[in-house]
């Protein structure tokens, strides 16, 4: 079971724990991408893409997210 799947089951997850570095790399993909939605005006169409991109699914046209958005995960 790798460090994803441990958090999704609920586990504690410590720093020294082995793959905590892809935890890291996870917040920090989620910090740019919340950023980027962040950074001034986007389009629906655009902000919905990004959203996609943070969740790692498909966002229905019919999702409206006004920023500012915050997240601590995708």
């Not at 999704?8 to 790399?25: C, H, Q, T």
């Not at 019919?62 to 500012?68: E, L, N, W």
């Amino acid at each position: 079971m790798d460090i994803h799947d441990r958090m999704k089951a609920g586990e504690a997850i410590r720093m020294d724990d082995p793959g905590f570095d892809r935890v890291l790399e996870g917040y920090e993909r989620v910090m740019r991408i919340t950023v980027e939605i962040n950074d001034g005006y986007r389009e629906a169409s655009a902000v919905r893409r990004l959203l996609g991109e943070l969740t790692c699914s498909e966002i229905p046209d019919d999702v409206k997210v006004i920023p500012p958005f915050h997240s601590d995960w995708g």
